[in-house]
Nanobody
Framework: QVQLVESGGGLAQAGGSLRLSCVVSGGSGRIFSVNAMAWYRQCPGKQRELVASITYRSVTTYADFVKGRFTISRDNARNTVYLQMNSLRPEDTGVYSC??????????????????WGQGTQVTVSS
């Protein structure tokens, strides 16, 4: 089974920085390809929203509220996506989750394309 494990969350002061990482592993199966990846967040009292996304060739998209502050990147050799968060604000507080679209092997050796989610990591920004 495909697993996504996020790390790097924690407590930061306003104006500070955090770097999130998400590693995609195949578990008992084989990952043929990790395609587009993205970071989402769910802030208190709000619905989950897209923060940033990145294609296999590193074409990026950002939500307006993080432009100029956050940077998404990936290391295809390690099946890892990163989110560098600078100039953090208290309103950035929330659970940040990693999403990945991947082609994964089946029992018979053919690939299946699906979206997968990590458990999420808490980011708290104090004023």
């Amino acid at each position: 089974q495909v697993q996504l494990v996020e790390s790097g969350g924690g407590l930061a002061q306003a104006g500070g920085s955090l770097r999130l990482s998400c590693v995609v592993s195949g578990g008992s199966g084989r990952i043929f390809s990790v395609n587009a990846m993205a970071w989402y967040r769910q802030c208190p009292g709000k619905q989950r929203e897209l923060v940033a996304s990145i294609t296999y060739r590193s074409v990026t998209t950002y939500a307006d509220f993080v432009k100029g502050r956050f940077t998404i990147s990936r290391d295809n050799a390690r099946n890892t996506v990163y989110l560098q968060m600078n100039s953090l604000r208290p309103e950035d507080t929330g659970v940040y989750s990693c999403n990945a679209n991947a082609d994964v092997s089946t029992l018979y050796g053919v690939s299946v394309r699906n979206d997968y989610w990590g458990q999420g990591t808490q980011v708290t920004v104090s004023s």
